[in-house]
Structure formats: C-alpha cells, structure tokens
C-alpha cells in the first residue's frame, strides 16, 4: 500500500541494528545519538539497537559492529569459539586452505586426517594435542609452539614464511 508520497508503508518503518556494547560506552552514545537506544527486545544493559540510515556516522557504525562482534564471540567458551571460528587443533583456518571441503574436511571433522598425510595417518599435531594430551587444540599446551610444530612444515613455504604462519596460528589459538 502507498501513502501520500508514493513510499510503501513497509518502507517508512524504521529497522535497527541490534549491538552488543560495554553498558558504559552504549550509555554514553545512546545520549550522544537519537538514533541509538536500548536495545529492542533484548538488555537494555548490554544490547542497544542503532538506526543505520540515521545520524550516526558509517565509521563508527563499523566500528560498534566490530565491537558488538568480539563481545559476543568472547561470551563463548574457547573450544566453542575456535569452532565458529572454524580453526584446526593447530591455529590453522580452514577456510582459507585451497583444500577445505574438496578434498580436506579440516583438520577437526578428519580427526587428524587431513589430505596432507600419508593415507590413514594422523597429523602429528592433531595426535599430540587431541588424542595423546585430550586438549581441544594446542593452547592448553606449555611449551606452545613445540618441536613437532616446527617440524611439521609445508615444504612450498619459505622458512621466513613458515615463522610468520607460525606466530599467525599462536595468535589464532591465544584469541
């Protein structure tokens, strides 16, 4: 239905954006911004809804979004995170491996068994931290990263390239 305009009734209504904040900083913008309120249907403490086509500026939209995001991935516990995350026991993300789905599952729905491996051998990695030590992936681990990490290299990489995947994947796991 139209109104007097020619703009569909649907489209007067206003949506918001549901965002989870600290209870201070989602304070202080919802009296800085009209357009940020406690949020609908949720907290009011933790949770305000923004207007994304109003007055609050794209950066800092992006930026409570960013926010909002890592708050709520911080509410779950890590072995829970790391899987939304989708990394391996190691570090790794699978996703972004040329390999992931077709042939490679990952490195967790293949316990271990990955296509890199020699036909039913398991990751090193994946049979020291899961199966041998009963971790959920190597950051419970102490000695992080250990010998078998640094023994247990893709040949394509260069050895500067292989530290840096290294300090990415203990960087991942750390999260």
């Keep these: 239905m139209l109104n007097k305009r020619g703009v ?29 309120v406690p949020g609908y249907y949720s907290n009011k403490q933790h949770w305000n809804s923004v207007k994304p086509d109003g007055a609050v500026p794209d950066e800092l939209l992006k930026d409570l979004l960013d926010k909002s995001y890592h ?21 790794t993300d ?7 789905e077709k042939p490679c599952p990952g490195c967790n729905a293949a316990g271990g068994k990955v296509f890199h491996m020699p036909e039913g051998e ?7 931290a899961v199966k041998k030590n009963k971790y959920f992936d190597c950051a419970g681990c102490g000695q992080l990263p250990c010998n078998i990490w640094k023994e247990t290299r893709d040949p394509s990489m260069s ?17």
């Design 8 to 36: 569909t009734k649907d489209l007067q209504k206003a949506y918001y954006i549901n965002l989870k904040l600290e209870p201070a900083e989602g304070e202080f913008l919802r009296s800085q911004y009209e357009d940020i």
């Design 71 to 91: 708050l709520v991935l911080d509410s779950f516990p890590k072995k829970q995170r790391r899987e939304i995350l989708g990394l391996s026991c190691c570090g």
């Design 94 to 100: 699978c996703s972004e491996c040329n390999f992931f």
């Design 159 to 175: 050895q500067e390239e292989f530290e840096e995947n290294i300090k990415m994947r203990v960087e991942n796991l750390r999260y």
């Design 122 to 128: 398991v990751c090193r990695i994946y049979a020291c």
